[in-house]
């Protein structure tokens, strides 16, 4: 896997992680939702209800975010919400990114239950506008973004990011978020918007072994939702290892690819 995505929370890093090629359905390690990549895609956008976390003691997060690239290729361009929990404190942020750089919080206050409008649109060859609106408390952001996509993929994603600490690694615990639910999940392709049905999106199950920890309902146009299972709530908390020493940049993908593959839970 391809990590797209940097946030630092305190001394650790959190790392949203791109999936391998699909197929009609497929599961990762961290994503769960729906990807559509057989064309090339200008645009994304969704709205969701902003999950409550349970609190936890510990490290735990979920991030909900839509996006363009990072599915079968190493550039992405993203933006969503978020919940981590520390030691049984919980904070929901706005955020977005253009990676290789690292994420930038969206300056609105964000809590549990309030309804979100993001998008993405390139509105010139390398010129993208993030929008991004709370429905409940009526505040917006909107900013003009360079940057050089592949149209490769459009993403509509619930995510257990990756957590890196110094030269240890490994995916964060899923939080206790319950379910989201996804409206109005559309792209943008020659031109012409159309739902993440008519895109023909795959769904992506979350699943650690055999233990499916969230899954996304069926499609019906640009409407689904993501639940987490509970089964998967009693999956054991990540084990970190070190990398090895002469390893590529842990902020490569080659790197971070490893990392990913090799943590074992």
């Not at 706005?94 to 993001?118: C, F, K, M, N, T």
């Not at 999956?235 to 090799?262: C, K, M, N």
Request: a negative charge; proline letters at 5%.
């Amino acid at each position: 896997m391809k990590i797209a995505t940097l946030s630092l929370i305190g001394s650790i890093g959190i790392l949203f992680a791109a999936a391998p090629a699909l197929a009609a359905s497929a599961t990762s390690a961290n994503w769960s939702g729906y990807v559509a990549d057989t064309g090339a895609y200008t645009g994304v956008g969704a709205s969701w209800v902003v999950p409550s976390a349970a609190a936890r003691a510990g490290l735990a997060s979920d991030a909900e975010w839509v996006g363009i690239g990072g599915e079968r290729s190493n550039d992405l361009i993203q933006a969503g919400t978020e919940a981590v929990i520390e030691d049984g404190a919980v904070s929901y942020k706005g955020w977005y990114e253009l990676l290789p750089a690292g994420q930038r919080i969206v300056p609105l206050a964000l809590h549990p239950g309030d309804r979100v409008s993001v998008s993405l649109i390139e509105t010139a060859p390398d010129t993208w506008q993030l929008s991004f609106l709370d429905a409940t408390t009526g505040a917006s952001y909107s900013t003009a973004l360079a940057y050089a996509s592949s149209h490769s993929s459009a993403d509509w994603i619930v995510e257990a990011p990756v957590a890196v600490s110094g030269a240890r690694s490994g995916v964060v615990p899923l939080d206790e978020f319950g379910s989201v639910s996804f409206a109005g999940a559309y792209a943008i392709e020659g031109g012409a918007r159309e739902t993440a049905s008519e895109a023909g999106a795959t769904a992506i199950t979350m699943a650690r072994g055999a233990v499916a920890l969230a899954a996304p309902s069926a499609l019906a146009g640009g409407a689904f939702s993501v639940a987490r299972s509970e089964a998967g709530a009693t999956a054991p908390r990540a084990r970190y290892r070190a990398d090895t020493a002469g390893a590529p940049s842990p902020f490569s993908p080659l790197a971070r690819r490893i990392v990913i593959i090799q943590i074992g839970f």
